[in-house]
């Protein structure tokens, strides 16, 4: 399925050119009910071509969404999931599970930090209904330990499997993976627990041992030294005439020590030289110089005196969240997951991600997914926040 992006102040739309004849009763179908795990969608007529645009607006593809978070079993069957609640509801209005795009970058995904749920695109001439785009996707993004499982979960597929068993078979992984932990917690528990209360005793033993040291005699003539103080184990007692004696002892023996008498000095520095400290190049730096073009970075323009960002990964991505972005911009116009900047050799490209008060690039404004290289002193504004890229 061939589909471009555009987009104006308000709105973003997914615009395919699509034979929408071949709708049948479906068109009906659509037209009377309001299905809302379907991306809404109005037709029109250009040229004798009907050409369909899809209301993305606020929405983001499962691909960019899934870029954000880190892969795990429980967000894979999350997907997974919704994915089956989207399908099973068009077809309780009797919609061709054919005619929806299961694809990783043609489902959406309604942002919300409380909740989010998946919403199709309904195109008659699709005719595709395969996971095998958002299997690969996983095989491809997740974390080593997770890899052998999502080849067993891709060769599940590609023999047909249904969402239904890949969901079974990532449950199966999620109980055992809990089993698996929770026997080391066990373990571990019960390994603490035998060296907490082997701390306990050693500290009970040393609790009754200095009390045993504090113990004095309960006689009222002990200070004068007629009776013993318990001040160390049983086996050394000593009378109170006896430990003051000591102590005086100690202490004029203690300030002999220290009597000792110190010559005044004088520090004369050798002769120096006093030069600038010179700061080492960073090898991003040097290899900028050595190739040529733009060093890769946004120096900021507003009035705000932020910080300029530095791009320092291949896929740099730029929002006002903290978390799943490379660099924050502080506003609250800005996107959570604004743009990202993609750095190809010397070459640097923008891309918006479906923001919802947009990137501009010297004025013009970007299309979802729009790829657009960057030149050196390119104006960007991500909403009302404005760099400049050398």
């Given at each position: ?28 179908i659509l037209?009377?009910?309001?299905i809302?795990?379907?991306?809404p ?46 399908i ?6 009797l ?5 929806l ?49 999502c ?14 068993g ?26 603490e ?17 200095d ?32 430990k ?19 010559e ?59 978390d ?13 997951f ?23 690039v ?29």
């Amino acid at each position: 399925m061939d589909y471009k992006f555009k987009r104006d102040l308000k709105n973003s739309f997914m615009i395919v050119e699509s034979g929408f004849e071949n709708a049948g009763y479906e068109k009906n179908i659509l037209r009377y009910n309001d299905i809302d795990v379907l991306v809404p969608f109005h037709t029109v007529e250009i040229n004798n071509v009907t050409q369909v645009w899809y209301d993305i607006t606020g929405l983001v593809s499962l691909k960019d969404y899934l870029m954000q978070q880190t892969i795990t079993y429980e967000l894979m069957r999350k997907v997974f999931l919704y994915l089956k609640i989207a399908i099973d509801e068009t077809e309780r209005f009797l919609i061709d599970v054919n005619h929806l795009s299961i694809d990783i970058d043609t489902i959406f995904v309604v942002k919300n930090d409380m909740e989010w749920k998946l919403m199709l695109i309904y195109c008659p001439d699709n005719n595709q209904s395969s996971l095998d785009n958002i299997l690969e996707f996983f095989m491809d993004n997740v974390s080593k330990e997770m890899m052998d499982f999502c080849f067993k979960l891709y060769d599940s597929g590609i023999e047909g499997n249904t969402i239904e068993g890949i969901i079974n078979l990532i449950d199966k992984e999620i109980n055992c993976e809990y089993s698996t932990n929770k026997n080391d917690t066990d373990n571990n528990y019960s390994e603490e627990l035998e060296e907490y209360n082997t701390n306990n005793e050693e500290e009970e033993t040393n609790k009754k041992s200095d009390f045993k040291r504090r113990l004095l005699s309960d006689d009222d003539d002990y200070i004068w030294g007629h009776n013993s103080i318990d001040i160390f184990e049983e086996n050394e007692k000593e009378t109170l005439f006896e430990k003051i004696k000591r102590i005086i002892t100690n202490y004029f023996n203690f300030n002999k020590k220290q009597d000792t008498t110190y010559e005044d000095f004088t520090y004369e520095p050798d002769q120096q030289i006093y030069e600038p400290t010179v700061l080492l190049k960073s090898f991003d730096d040097c290899e900028s110089q050595i190739e040529g073009g733009m060093r890769g970075e946004l120096q900021y323009l507003g009035e705000k005196k932020k910080d300029n960002i530095r791009i320092n990964k291949d896929e740099f991505r730029l929002g006002s969240s903290i978390d799943g972005n490379d660099s924050v911009i502080d506003s609250p116009v800005v996107s959570r997951f604004h743009a990202k900047i993609l750095r190809e050799g010397k070459s640097y490209y923008l891309e918006d991600l479906n923001s919802t008060n947009g990137t501009c690039v010297n004025g013009k404004m970007l299309g979802y997914r729009d790829k657009v290289e960057l030149n050196p002193e390119d104006t960007i504004m991500f909403a009302d926040e404005c760099y400049k890229i050398v």
